[in-house]
């Protein structure tokens, strides 16, 4: 299956281990090697830590996709 990063920007990724909806991709980890995914990013909550944001990143490697459909990634995290 082919599929353009800016289709994988609109789908939701939602983990299947508790339910959660982590938000949608914004960035995809390629290894320019192989030209292989070997992840994707989404961003987490923003956390305010003393005088500045934090901003935490979900790194879901691609061994932890189990599916991609029309309209959402499914994943599998701890």
């Given at each position: 299956m082919l599929e353009r990063v800016l289709d994988l920007q609109k789908k939701e990724v939602i983990n299947l281990s508790n339910g959660r909806r982590l938000g949608f991709v914004y960035d995809v980890e390629v290894d320019l090697e192989t030209g292989r995914v070997g992840a994707l990013i989404?961003?987490?909550?923003?956390r305010f830590f003393r005088l500045f944001w934090k901003y935490e990143e979900h790194i879901i490697s691609f061994s932890q996709i189990k599916k991609?459909?029309?309209d959402i990634i499914l994943v599998e995290m701890e």
């Open positions: 989404v961003p987490g909550q923003n991609i459909g029309d």
